[in-house]
C-alpha cells in the first residue's frame, strides 16, 4: 500500500510539472466585433478591459483549459451614445450582468496551426456552448526574455441566443441592428 501511494504521489507531482500556464498580455492583445447596421454596412467595435488564461500540457496546446472574461462596461464602439444604449438593458445589462466568461470545454489541432475551440460562453446570465476558430500564431521569446504565444481566435455568435435582443425596423422593414455578432480576438499570452 505504501508503494502505491508513493507512485501515485510521483505521478500526480510529474503532472503537475508538467503544466503551464499561461495569462493574457493585454497590451499585445484586442477583443474586437462586428455586427451589420440597417443591412447595408457594420459597426465595430471593441472591449478595452479582459483576461484569461491558458493551463497546458504541451508546447502545441492540445487540449488546453482556457479561461476568459471581458469587462463589459469597457465596451467601445467609438460613439458614446451608442456604448451608453449598448451598455443599458436593451443589450447588455451591464448593471446586473457586467462580465463575458468564457471556459473552454476543449481545444484541438486540426491542421499545422490550426485549432477548434469548443466551450461555454456566457453573456447576460446565459450560457450556450460556441464553437471558434483558432490560429496559432507560435510562440516567441521577447526582448526582456519572457515566453510569449499568439492566437487569432474567430468565430459568430446570435445575440438574440444570449437575449441581447433590442432592435427596430427600418422603414424598409430590414431590422436596425443585426443578429449575427462577428467576433475576431487576438491574444498574445506570456508563460508564467
Given at each position: 500500500?505504501k508503494?502505491?501511494?508513493?507512485?501515485?504521489?510521483?505521478?500526480?507531482?510529474?503532472?503537475s510539472?508538467?503544466?503551464?500556464?499561461?495569462?493574457?498580455?493585454?497590451?499585445?492583445?484586442?477583443?474586437?466585433?462586428s455586427?451589420?447596421?440597417?443591412?447595408?454596412?457594420?459597426?465595430?467595435?471593441t472591449?478595452?478591459?479582459?483576461?484569461?488564461?491558458i493551463?497546458?500540457?504541451?508546447d502545441?496546446?492540445?487540449?488546453?483549459d482556457?479561461?476568459?472574461?471581458?469587462?463589459?462596461?469597457?465596451?467601445?464602439?467609438?460613439?458614446?451614445q451608442r456604448?451608453?444604449?449598448?451598455?443599458?438593458?436593451d443589450?447588455?445589462?451591464?448593471?446586473?450582468?457586467?462580465?463575458?466568461t468564457?471556459?473552454?470545454?476543449?481545444?484541438?489541432?486540426?491542421?499545422?496551426?490550426?485549432?477548434?475551440?469548443?466551450?461555454?460562453?456566457?453573456?447576460?446570465?446565459?450560457?450556450k456552448?460556441v464553437?471558434?476558430?483558432v490560429k496559432?500564431?507560435?510562440?516567441?521569446?521577447?526582448?526582456?526574455?519572457n515566453?510569449?504565444a499568439?492566437?487569432?481566435?474567430?468565430?459568430?455568435?446570435?445575440?438574440?441566443?444570449y437575449?441581447v435582443?433590442?432592435?427596430?425596423?427600418?422603414?424598409?422593414?430590414?431590422?436596425t441592428?443585426?443578429?449575427?455578432?462577428n467576433?475576431?480576438?487576438?491574444?498574445?499570452f506570456?508563460?508564467?
Amino acid at each position: 500500500m505504501k508503494k502505491v501511494i508513493t507512485v501515485l504521489a510521483i505521478v500526480f507531482s510529474l503532472l503537475s510539472q508538467a503544466q503551464t500556464s499561461w495569462v493574457v498580455d493585454p497590451s499585445h492583445s484586442k477583443v474586437n466585433f462586428s455586427v451589420s447596421h440597417l443591412v447595408i454596412s457594420e459597426v465595430d467595435g471593441t472591449f478595452k478591459e479582459f483576461g484569461g488564461d491558458i493551463t497546458s500540457n504541451s508546447d502545441d496546446f492540445s487540449n488546453a483549459d482556457i479561461q476568459f472574461k471581458i469587462d463589459v462596461n469597457s465596451i467601445n464602439t467609438d460613439n458614446a451614445q451608442r456604448d451608453a444604449h449598448l451598455k443599458s438593458e436593451d443589450f447588455f445589462h451591464v448593471e446586473k450582468y457586467p462580465e463575458i466568461t468564457f471556459k473552454s470545454t476543449s481545444f484541438k489541432k486540426k491542421k499545422d496551426n490550426i485549432y477548434i475551440l469548443k466551450g461555454n460562453l456566457t453573456l447576460r446570465g446565459v450560457t450556450k456552448k460556441v464553437t471558434l476558430n483558432v490560429k496559432h500564431g507560435g510562440i516567441a521569446k521577447d526582448g526582456y526574455g519572457n515566453t510569449k504565444a499568439g492566437f487569432i481566435i474567430t468565430g459568430d455568435i446570435n445575440r438574440i441566443d444570449y437575449g441581447v435582443a433590442w432592435n427596430a425596423k427600418t422603414e424598409h422593414g430590414g431590422l436596425t441592428v443585426g443578429e449575427k455578432v462577428n467576433l475576431v480576438v487576438k491574444l498574445e499570452f506570456v508563460k508564467k
